[in-house]
């Protein structure tokens, strides 16, 4: 199968109002990304589909406080230098709606528990990579 064909069929299950435009982002986003990505969401293969589960947010809350515990301990001895945070948004795993309420819970428990942080975000890193 070839690009096109590809496109073609992911085109079925978008809607037909944003297809064209959502269809013309992949295609950019492939053509832009560098091999070691591609390779990475090849990889990726096994989670072909996500749970499905409406989390409510009591759910949020408890994983978090659950996370705020975690760190605690964790952080009790050594706390690490570095944290690495995966965000889940364009694939669908975190709804869209809670993206930005767990990224400042999780942002700001982090905080509470290791001091000022210095965010980067992987776009920066690109660019650091690849001046």
């Known amino acids: 199968r070839g690009p096109g064909e590809l496109l073609r069929a992911i085109g079925a299950y978008l809607p037909e109002e944003t297809r064209e435009g959502l269809l013309g982002a992949l295609a950019a986003a492939v053509r832009d990304a560098r091999a070691s990505e591609l390779e990475e969401i090849l990889e990726a293969t096994d989670m072909v589909s996500l749970p499905l589960h409406p989390v409510t947010e009591q759910e949020l809350k ?3 406080a ?3 515990d975690f760190l605690g301990r964790m952080c009790a001895g050594s706390p690490p230098a570095v944290v690495t945070i995966a965000r889940s948004v364009v694939d669908g795993f975190c709804p ?3 993206h930005c309420f767990l990224e400042r819970a999780v942002l700001d428990i982090l905080a509470r528990h290791l001091g000022s942080l210095d965010i980067v ?3 920066e890193l690109d660019a650091l ?3």
């Open 96 to 98: 869209m709606r809670w």
């Open 121 to 123: 975000y992987s776009d």
């Open 66 to 68: 659950a996370f705020d």
């Open 129 to 131: 990579e690849h001046p």
């Open 62 to 64: 408890d994983r978090l």
